[in-house]
């Protein structure tokens, strides 16, 4: 993990409690971590639920690969390091996320099963929910997809550490909800998240 470098700095808390939002929203905060080659259908999942829990009453934000990328890290570029630094600075923004009592759902490759796991120890530390899912989907598949056309440009050798061309994917061993999205419709990978948040008392049943 990163060092602390700054001195003298102390964690203020309020009098408003992460369980009194829970109460005002009706939810329990959580992050859901959607991990998955390029093109595996993770940020189409998340859209998917956003909408679905939206349309139930529910607070959610979609942390998304792409546009975080553009934003807070854009400084960051794909090395393993880079990726590193990437995936720490998302569990940090989710857990302010889950304090607050909103369901975030975040979408990144994230293809480090150590950084997937520095992210799960750093909300078990404070107690946050984090659900890691396995959006799996063969690398035949997604690279027909290709809906951005990166797998095109990483063959051709225009797009360097590229996961599952030259970079590896190391696939969750135990991933709370596993997705096969070559084998499912988006219909049912929704319903599987929902039925899971649902019995594990994230979000009420209807």
């Known amino acids: 993990m990163t060092d602390q470098k700054a001195t003298n700095v102390h964690w203020h808390q309020g009098e408003v409690t992460r369980e009194d939002r829970n109460q005002l929203l009706g939810q329990k905060g959580a992050t859901l971590w959607f991990t998955g080659l390029s093109g595996s259908g993770k ?9 679905a829990l939206f349309q139930r009453g529910k607070l959610t934000y979609r942390l998304d690969g792409d546009n975080v990328r553009l934003g807070i890290n854009k400084n960051l570029g794909f090395s393993a390091v880079d990726r590193a630094e990437n995936i720490r600075r998302i569990g940090e923004i989710a857990k302010l996320f889950v304090d607050s009592g909103v369901i975030a759902l975040s979408s990144f490759i994230s293809p480090y099963q150590a950084d997937r796991d520095r992210v799960r120890e750093l909300h078990a530390e404070s107690d946050y929910a984090f ?13 027909a997809r290709d809906p951005k056309g990166l797998y095109k440009k990483a063959r ?3 797009i360097k550490n590229f996961t599952g061309i030259d970079d590896p994917y190391e696939a969750p061993q135990a991933a709370e909800i596993h997705l096969h999205t070559d084998k499912m419709s988006l219909e049912e990978e ?17």
């Open 190 to 206: 929704v319903e599987l998240i929902i039925n899971y948040l649902e019995g594990n008392g994230f979000i009420a049943a209807l």
């Open 131 to 143: 659900i890691e899912i396995f959006v799996d989907c063969s690398l035949a598949a997604a690279e």
């Open 156 to 158: 051709a050798g225009e």
């Open 43 to 51: 940020s189409t999942v998340a859209v998917a639920l956003e909408k």
